[in-house]
């Protein structure tokens, strides 16, 4: 009795030792650990989510949409919360789209807490899974963005990504001013983690809106001309802008090959470059009435001033031809630009000099950026006076040797339609409905030189021009072909197979109002600019000057 007597107290001494001890836990969680336990069991039940703000529509200068924001979800799961893994990835799959093997492969991990089943999902489909109530599964609102014209200015407006942010073009250059502040959105949840009451403590602030200066219309035209001069000549790519000479508008601004903004990722890097603004290429001929600019400005030259030329010109240890050997002869400054003589125009620049040559070159801005209102904007290349060579001036004046980009020349030759002003060119015509200021321009040629100039050029499309074949019924026209060599990289030498063919013109020739420049990335079949680049800018023109009712002559 008395082992059983000691055994049964030891039993009583533990029970009362564990009671003890139990009361002195409970009283330590209620007082000294409550506030920690406390904020954990909030935590669990409430959390703080982000809002991402609406991202602000980007639309075209008559308010068609180019880009727009629309409600969407991320879907995510918390996988061991998930009972019924096979019956989830069954339902579940369609919804999200997606193989159902591989949401059960998602469903079924147990190496991480939190799986992202899908990414942007269309706001319909995440009600459909929310209504399906599955444990562990959750909807984070987010935004997607989508490009209702799809193929329509690709480049041109850029794209987001997955997070939201601005990655290329207009999205990414004025990604601070489209993307807006985000919220914050409180959720209470169940033991299963379903909301259950849900409150905005931080409302989210939309992004502004773009309104561009571009028109959809044009846009849409320019991109069609392209495309069928793609199928033709088969070039590495060709671009095209359209403008308004008078204040810098860029009413469209087009590259082809074209992608589809919705879905861009199977399209090469290079075509997903604006090479409107970011290919730097050879002017060549483009390039001659601006040697011709300067030596007017000089008074070297006027435009009736008479020169006997011969077939070639040799400059130091350089023999420079005309295009297809043409012969010599007479010729006035204006035929010299009109017939894109070679031997002529190097006669002016020697003419002029290689200092006061180098001079204006400066001065017409060659070198520099536009300040268009985009991101990537290359600044073309200028050879610097003190590293002229002997024969520098035998290649200079007709566009060798020096690089722009398409919209440096369709901003030069703004400047020869309106009067001789250089300004920046844009894109982007009011921002949260205010509209952005016209920048000021810098004379870069006298008024009169600029007049002189655009009289010239209407020769181009005369007889005996370099673009005599386009016409516009109604219209006077003028402008300049270009067919330039490109440089072999692996020679350094210009090749004779590959060339950049080019046309910058504007309408009505003597008060312009509109201009289009055309450069096509080494075409095959044809080089010339007045067979590949005049005719598209003939098409071009021939759809914008009467759908923006500007009068004939």
Avoid at 397 to 420: F, K, L, R
Wanted: glycine share 10%; proline share 7%.
């Amino acid at each position: 009795m008395p082992l059983i007597h000691r055994r049964i107290g030891l039993l009583f001494a533990g029970f009362v030792g564990l009671l003890a001890f139990a009361g002195f836990k409970a009283s330590w969680l209620g007082t000294v650990k409550a506030t920690t336990l406390k904020h954990a069991a909030t935590t669990q039940q409430v959390s703080e989510i982000t809002v991402p703000a609406r991202r602000g529509a980007i639309l075209d200068r008559h308010d068609v949409e180019l880009a727009v924001s629309e409600p969407a979800d991320d879907v995510a799961v918390t996988p061991y919360l998930v009972k019924d893994v096979p019956r989830a990835a069954k339902v579940l799959a369609p919804l999200l789209g997606a193989d159902e093997n591989d949401v059960l492969r998602k469903l079924a991990r147990r190496d991480t807490g939190f799986v992202y089943l899908a990414r942007q999902l269309p706001a319909q489909s995440g009600a459909a899974i929310a209504k399906l109530a599955i444990p562990g599964v959750q909807l984070i609102p987010t935004n997607r963005r989508m490009y209702p014209r799809n193929q329509l200015a690709s480049q041109l407006l850029g794209r987001v990504g997955i997070d939201g942010h601005g990655l290329a073009g207009l999205e990414y250059s004025r990604d601070a001013v489209l993307r807006g502040h985000d919220g914050t959105r409180r959720l209470t949840k169940d033991a299963l983690q379903q909301p259950i009451a849900v409150q905005d403590t931080v409302p989210a602030e939309a992004g502004k809106n773009l309104r561009l200066t571009i028109d959809a219309a044009i846009q849409s035209k320019v991109e069609a001309v392209l495309g069928a001069v793609g199928q033709v000549y088969r070039p590495k790519g060709a671009t095209a802008i359209v403008m308004d000479p008078r204040d810098g508008e860029v009413l469209a601004m087009a590259n082809w090959p074209r992608i589809d903004a919705n879905d861009p990722s199977g399209a090469p890097d290079y075509a997903r470059q604006n090479r409107a603004v970011g290919f730097n290429y050879e002017p060549g001929s483009t390039f001659k009435p601006f040697t011709v600019a300067g030596a007017l400005g000089d008074h070297v030259v006027q435009p009736d001033t008479k020169f006997e030329l011969g077939d070639t010109i040799q400059v130091a240890d350089r023999t420079i031809h005309n295009n297809n050997n043409e012969p010599g002869g007479i010729f006035t400054t204006e035929q010299i630009l009109a017939q894109s003589n070679n031997v002529g125009t190097i006669t002016i620049g020697l003419k002029l000099g290689a200092k006061r040559f180098s001079r204006w070159v400066n001065r017409f801005g060659f070198g520099r950026p536009t300040g268009i209102d985009l991101p990537g904007e290359e600044r073309g290349q200028v050879l610097a006076r003190s590293k002229y060579s002997g024969s520098s001036m035998g290649n200079l004046p007709i566009g060798q040797g020096i690089s722009v980009t398409p919209i440096q020349m369709a901003d030069e030759y703004a400047a020869i339609a309106n009067g001789g002003m250089l300004r920046p060119p844009r894109v982007v015509g009011a921002v949260g409905g205010v509209p952005t200021q016209t920048p000021p321009g810098k004379r870069i040629m006298s008024a009169r030189t600029a007049s002189d100039l655009r009289a010239m050029l209407e020769g181009v499309f005369a007889p005996g021009g370099t673009a005599s074949e386009v016409s516009i019924p109604g219209y006077d026209l003028a402008g300049k072909t270009g067919t330039a060599n490109k440089v072999d990289p692996r020679t350094g030498q210009y090749s004779t197979f590959n060339y950049v063919a080019s046309f910058v013109g504007f309408a009505p020739a003597r008060h312009p109002q509109l201009l289009c420049a055309v450069m096509v990335d080494e075409p095959q079949g044809a080089i010339y600019g007045g067979v590949v680049a005049a005719p598209a800018f003939g098409q071009i023109m021939a759809f914008a000057l009467p759908y923006l009712r500007i009068p004939p002559h």
